[in-house]
């Protein structure tokens, strides 16, 4: 973490992470991780899927939700989680870092479960939507067949200004907020 510039509004220590976009596939654990990375920084978390289906899970119109994420990474600072290649470009834009979450199918379909487990089904006030179909899980067995490459030509394309973290395992991210947390302590 050293080397990094100061941060703008977060703990001292910490590197400067004002508008991070976390991606991967659904079971990933973006939203956990969006959660325990904008306690240590200061962050608000906005779920896109929150943002892309109401309550009924029918979904906003591709335009409109365009709109609300160029509404959203014009603030100073943000987090944002969710994939939505589709409108990538828009949070890349802004971003000064994106952490993308290439976790196996295996452990993907395990976060899906566990979730099922935790929240039973629904969709609930913290952004978390709890919905198994077999196209979901479809979704998450072709992730990195069909949809890793098309997120990695669009930070290839939009995203070569961006500090790019990718973890390929649950361990890797927690040793990732670890740092964080041993770099906000007061040194000796």
């Known amino acids: 973490m050293s080397g990094w510039p100061p941060p703008t509004g977060a703990q001292p220590g910490l590197p400067s992470m004002d508008r991070i976009a976390i991606i991967g596939c659904g079971g990933s654990g973006k939203t956990v991780l969006a959660r325990r990375l904008a306690d240590r920084l200061g962050l608000t978390v906005t779920n896109l899927d929150a943002l892309f289906y109401d309550e009924g899970w029918n979904a906003l119109p591709q335009d409109k939700f365009a709109a609300l994420q160029h509404e959203l990474v014009a603030a100073e600072r943000w987090l944002i989680e969710g994939n939505y290649a589709s409108t990538l470009p828009i949070r890349l834009a802004r971003a000064d870092t994106v952490i993308f979450l290439d976790l196996p199918a295996r452990t993907c379909l395990w976060g899906i479960a566990q979730r099922r487990w935790r929240y039973r089904g629904g969709q609930h006030a913290d952004g978390v939507y709890d919905r198994i179909t077999w196209s979901f899980v479809k979704y ?11 997120v990695t030509k669009l930070l290839a394309e939009h995203g ?22 041993t770099a906000a302590q007061p040194g000796p």
């Open 160 to 181: 070569r200004h961006v500090r790019y973290l990718q973890f390929t395992s649950r361990r890797r991210a927690n040793q990732f907020l670890h740092q964080l947390d």
């Open 140 to 150: 998450i067995l072709g992730y990195r067949r069909t949809m890793r490459p098309r």
